[in-house]
């Protein structure tokens, strides 16, 4: 059992680091910190996709010279975790963006509060009437 969890410890890092990701998002109602949970779901994503394709003691997948055999460590986890990683910056930096217009839009970052104020201005259609984000 000890032995199973010590092999496997890159699968139990990027699960717990998924577990605290998830705990940020539900049950901080601020939404910086969702933001920063959501980031840390991808970096455990991203951690297990690219542990996936680890062989242990195996080389790079770059060959020295048609001499060079052995195992190698396989190279497409990580060529899709850098796709992975530039959409994630993408979404990252458009929520931050829409947390900004929220801001000036509500004058808060709380999701609750956001909530409160969208229900006193008797909802969605007509708040979005009555005030400009720009």
């Known amino acids: 059992m000890v032995e ?4 496997n410890h ?3 890092a990027s699960m717990l680091l ?3 990701g998830f705990h940020t998002m539900l049950t901080h109602s601020n939404l910086v910190k969702k933001v920063m949970g959501l980031n840390i779901m991808e970096t455990a994503v991203f951690l297990f996709i690219v ?3 680890y062989i242990e003691g195996a080389k790079p997948p770059i060959a020295e010279g048609p001499w060079d055999r052995g ?3 396989n ?3 990580s060529a899709l975790i850098l796709t992975g990683i530039v959409i994630a910056v993408s979404l990252t930096a458009f929520a931050l963006s829409l947390i900004v217009q929220m801001y000036r839009f509500y004058g808060s ?3 609750d509060e956001i909530a409160r104020i969208r229900l006193e201005e ?5 708040s979005w009437k009555t005030r400009r984000l720009w």
């Open 71 to 73: 195992p190698f460590v």
């Open 4 to 7: 199973s969890v010590a092999t």
């Open 122 to 126: 008797g909802g969605e259609q007509s």
């Open 18 to 20: 998924f577990v605290i």
């Open 10 to 12: 890159y699968y139990l």
């Open 109 to 111: 970052l709380d999701a």
């Open 75 to 77: 190279p497409l986890p």
């Open 51 to 53: 542990s996936s394709g």
